[in-house]
């Protein structure tokens, strides 16, 4: 069985005009979507990404903040699962609630082996 690692983009901007009612139904779909896919033993692990953060690049190692200051299109989490196949991971990606809304995207990604 591999792992495959799902990144959750979104465009930050329409997650704004959410009302709190409206935030709440969402982070219970997302609760039973990942609840699902922990019954099934597929979840190594998963977590909520913060909006702030540090880039460093290039030889001179210089700092600003980040990520993607300049976009509308954030990643806002992660979600590590075991698959037999990139088939079954996206399968699984394609329960996210993030995919209700055109505003959102997952990228599934296998891990490679070191």
């Not at 409206?22 to 019954?39: C, E, H, L, R």
């Not at 079954?88 to 082996?113: F, K, N, S, Y």
Request: glycine letters at 10%; hydrophobic letters at 40%; proline letters at 4%.
């Amino acid at each position: 069985m591999a792992e495959f690692l799902l990144l959750f983009r979104h465009d930050d901007i329409r997650n704004a005009n959410l009302s709190p009612e409206q935030m709440q139904a969402q982070m219970q779909k997302w609760v039973a979507w990942m609840g699902d896919i922990a019954s099934r033993g597929k979840m190594l692990s998963s977590q909520p990404l913060e909006r702030t953060g540090k880039v460093v690049r290039g030889t001179k190692k210089a700092i600003t903040d980040g990520p993607f200051a300049e976009g509308k299109e954030v990643i806002g989490g992660y979600l590590l699962c075991k698959a037999d196949t990139i088939e079954e991971a996206i399968a699984i990606a394609e329960g996210c609630p993030i995919l209700e809304h055109d505003a959102g995207t997952v990228e599934v990604r296998p891990i490679g082996r070191m």
